[in-house]
Every structure is written in structure tokens, then in C-alpha cells.
């Protein structure tokens, strides 16, 4: 007598199995790659970056298509995204390279600190002289010197519009390109809020045309 074959039926995964092995993933592995995800997004925001220059506006210190690396942390630790600190640290000083938002249309500026509050700033024909004393000497009429810094300046465009013993509230600051004839800085913008700087720039990395090169800001 001929026997029958069982033919196999299809078997459906139960439902929800589906959304069980993704939740199964997400509790053994994928949480702790989420987390490791969040914290270099925080590490990114509140520490440590990278910045492109886009325009020689500080040229010949930094030139177009040279990365930077920031220290996000410089004037403080803050909320990501946000201005308010947690964590205050060091004030802006004069001659820091610093990265902030342009008041006047939000773009993305890197500069040099030139006064801070409480100064008595003039500029005349691209050259500072703060509290009266002028930063740059007639021996070295384009290198003009920050304390420990100094900044090589370059007027081959003239040096920009002249600014008239301007004092700076306190936790404003001026800031300036060191391509003075080619910058649309705070004497086009005006001054910029202590607070609202983001990043301060400590070194060139890697420049077009040469490629990793260390120069320290």
C-alpha cells in the first residue's frame, strides 16, 4: 500500500518576534554603541573639534583650506548646542584665535582677540594700540605683540577702517583679522560677546599644499 509524504508547511516567525530581536540587540548591543555615540557627539560639542578656514581674513597666520583644531572647552564647559556654562574656565585674552558665530548673519568666523573688556582700543591704519601703548614697535611696524603672543600682520590692502579710542564693556570683545585690509571683522559687525565664543583655536594641523604641519596658535 503506497505511503504518503508529509509536504512541510510553512512556518511564520511568531509576531513580534521581529521587534523582540531588535529590543533583544539593543539591550545587549546596540545600547552601549548608542552611548558611544552620544558621548563623542558631547565630546565633539563640548570639548574638542576641528575647524576648516574658508577666506584669508587671517592670513598670513592662517590661510584658506588650513584645519585647525579648537578647544571647545577654552572659555568654559557648556550644555551642547547652547551658551549657557557649566564648568567656567579661562576668560578670552587678547590674541586669542577665537571661532564664533558673525552677528551679523550667523556664519561660522575665526579671528584674533584684539581688546577685551574694560580697553581703550584705537585702530589706525590697521595698527592697535590699546590702553594708549601701541602693540606693534617702529623697528616691527607689522608684528604686533599680545603679551606672550604676537600676530604678523598683513596691510597689503591697507589696514581696514580706522577705530577711535573705543572703550569695551565689560564681557565684550573686539575682534579682528590679521589681514587688516581684508577682513570683515568688529569694525564692520561691531563688538562681540565674550560669552558667545565657542572655541579657541590652538593649532594648524594640516595645510593645503604641504599637508600635516603643526603650528601652534
Do not use: C
Not at 79 to 98: E, K, S
Not at 160 to 189: C, E, I, K, W
Amino acid at each position: 500500500m503506497p505511503t504518503t509524504r508529509e509536504v512541510p508547511t510553512a512556518r511564520h516567525a511568531p509576531e513580534g518576534a521581529a521587534p523582540g530581536r531588535v529590543r533583544a540587540w539593543l539591550r545587549h548591543e546596540g545600547r552601549p554603541l548608542l552611548l558611544m555615540l552620544v558621548l563623542l557627539t558631547l565630546a565633539r560639542t563640548s570639548f574638542a573639534n576641528h575647524y576648516t578656514v574658508p577666506s584669508g581674513s587671517m592670513e598670513p597666520t592662517l590661510v584658506p583650506g588650513d584645519h585647525v583644531v579648537v578647544d571647545m572647552s577654552a572659555y568654559g564647559v557648556r550644555v551642547p548646542f547652547t551658551d549657557t556654562v557649566l564648568l567656567p574656565r579661562d576668560a578670552p585674552a587678547r590674541g586669542d584665535v577665537v571661532v564664533f558665530k558673525s552677528p551679523a548673519d550667523g556664519e561660522r568666523l575665526i579671528k584674533r582677540v584684539v581688546a577685551v573688556g574694560g580697553d581703550t582700543v584705537s585702530v589706525l591704519d590697521g595698527h592697535v594700540t590699546i590702553n594708549g601703548q601701541p602693540l606693534s614697535t617702529a623697528q616691527a611696524p607689522d608684528l604686533e605683540r599680545f603679551g606672550a603672543r604676537s600676530a604678523q600682520l598683513n596691510l597689503d590692502a591697507g589696514g581696514g577702517p580706522d577705530v577711535l579710542a573705543l572703550t569695551l564693556p565689560p564681557g565684550q570683545v573686539l575682534v579682528m583679522g590679521d589681514h587688516r585690509g581684508r577682513s570683515l571683522d568688529g569694525r564692520f559687525f561691531g563688538l562681540v560677546p565674550a560669552r558667545s565664543l565657542y572655541a579657541r583655536a590652538v593649532g594648524v594641523y594640516w595645510r593645503s599644499g604641504e599637508g600635516p604641519v603643526w603650528k601652534k596658535l
